[in-house]
């Protein structure tokens, strides 16, 4: 008990005095688990409610490479999460944005462009960018590229636009009718927010950086500022209630930060927030954000030219997949040992064609099932046939023909569909696709008690 009155100290000082650093006084504190395991022997609290909750302060983005992300959470980041950490460089509020361009690298580029820290703006800065936003009948496949870093783009909204890149016009409309909750044909600012809102922002843990103390032990157990979230969040509606726990922590509540203004809200709701958005003018937004993305990874590849080669088509393919080095390579050498001097590359009109197919990969899967749960190989004419049953349209016999190059392992003219869906599913969502993870456990919880009360 005599840990706990010490912990209630600590966050009862930090809400009566602002002058103080709360870093600073938490530093100087017994260890979290510590008061986790003295609440639960000697309060009776029902421990399987509670959680160990561990900061991220660093992702591994490559063999020896650590890049601080500096974002307070309390759960593993999500490779989505870790993607817009990655690539955000804007900070207004202790709260991580992208700019327009962040999102455009994040889509296109394996790594972020080189930077020291994220740039961190203050009110007026933040007017001053969201001014250069257009309003949306002046939008165009050049919205984001136009903006550069003149704007900012939340967390939610990252997840929305990605959202958007991979779904076809018929989940699409699904996607519309789930914003218009009134159900009256046009999508309002309001309900627009419901859904934004439901995703948290990622915070920034810059104000709660500090170097450890000497002594400090360093395990799994030890206590860390940004922990304090857990702490206020787990006792304060017993020690202090009607207090806001992110009024000590942040400068904005996640109240307050839901309601900010954002690029994409002024784009699409106007700067007085009353513009309305019917199904068509959605769907123009969704065609310009696809068509930009297509536009910039194929120039990307084309270096100045009209057309991509069938290698750097394979390449183009074959990023953001989840494969391993040997396969990619293989992938990439099938490709050249099967290409002439007189094969022709791919055009702008024949990858945006082939970028559509992907978007509607779902129903190509389905269309195709039969052949899949049968393990059927089928040749270069079933293969074209069964995208144009899900399409409408038929794909280049050029781009057929390099797909079969890439997925046709033996050269006798036929394609394994499962290997084929399972890489281009990879490709569609650009390697972002949620993994489960492992959950906490009683028995992660019970050893981190007793080694914390074996120290005392």
């Given amino acids: 008990m005599r840990r706990i009155r010490q912990l209630e100290g600590v966050v009862s000082r930090s809400y009566s005095s602002h002058q103080g650093s709360f870093q600073k006084q938490f530093n100087r504190q017994i260890r979290l688990k510590t008061a986790v395991a003295a609440v639960a022997a000697g309060v009776g609290c029902t421990i399987a409610a509670y959680q160990v909750v561990t900061p991220v302060r660093s992702v591994l983005l490559g063999e020896g490479e650590t890049e601080h992300l500096q ?120 309900e627009f927010l419901l859904i934004r809102n439901l995703t948290s922002a990622l915070r920034s843990t810059r104000r709660m950086d500090s170097t450890p103390p000497p002594n400090a032990h360093d395990d799994s157990c030890q206590i860390d500022p940004s922990d304090y979230q857990f702490v206020v969040s787990r006792f304060s509606g017993r020690l202090f209630s009607g207090v806001d726990a992110y ?89 050249q040992e099967r290409t002439t001097a007189e094969d022709k590359g791919v055009t702008l009109e024949q990858w945006a064609r082939f970028s559509r197919f992907l978007n509607n990969l779902s129903e190509f899967s389905s269309a195709v099932r039969l052949y899949v749960n049968s393990n059927m190989p089928v040749s270069e004419p079933e293969f074209a046939r069964a995208v144009s049953c ?12 390099m797909i079969f190059r890439i997925f046709d392992e033996n050269d006798d003219g036929t394609l394994s569909y499962p290997e084929f869906l399972a890489v281009m599913t990879d490709r569609l969502h650009r390697g972002l696709r949620g993994r489960l993870e492992k959950p906490w456990s009683w028995r992660s919880f019970k050893s981190c008690v007793i080694n914390e009360l074996s120290r005392n």
């Fill in 390 to 401: 899900t399409i409408g349209q038929e794909l280049d016999p050029v781009v057929v023909s």
């Fill in 247 to 335: 009024s000590v922590m942040f400068a904005k509540s996640e109240e307050e930060v839901k309601k900010q203004d954002t690029t994409l809200l002024l784009h699409l709701f106007g700067i007085r927030g009353n513009s309305k958005l019917t199904f068509n003018q959605f769907q123009v937004f969704y065609e310009n954000l696809q068509e930009e993305i297509m536009e910039i990874e194929f120039f990307e590849f084309a270096r100045g030219k009209n057309t991509i080669s069938p290698v750097d088509f394979a390449r183009l393919v074959l990023r953001y997949t989840i494969v391993n080095q040997e396969d990619y390579y293989k992938y990439i050498n099938r490709v």
């Fill in 71 to 190: 974002a307070q959470t309390n759960h593993k980041l999500t490779k989505r999460e870790l993607r817009f950490l990655q690539f955000a460089s804007i900070e207004h509020d202790d709260v991580i944005y992208m700019s327009p361009m962040d999102f455009i690298d994040s889509l296109t580029l394996d790594a972020p462009r080189e930077r020291v820290y994220r740039r961190v703006i203050k009110e007026k800065d933040m007017k001053n960018i969201l001014s250069k936003t257009p309003p949306f009948r002046h939008g165009g496949n050049h919205f984001f590229r136009n903006l550069d870093q003149n704007g900012i783009i939340s967390y939610s909204e990252y997840i929305f636009l990605l959202t958007l890149l991979t779904k076809s016009k018929a989940a699409f409309k699904i996607a519309f009718l789930m914003f218009d909750e009134d159900d009256n044909g046009s999508v309002e600012r309001d």
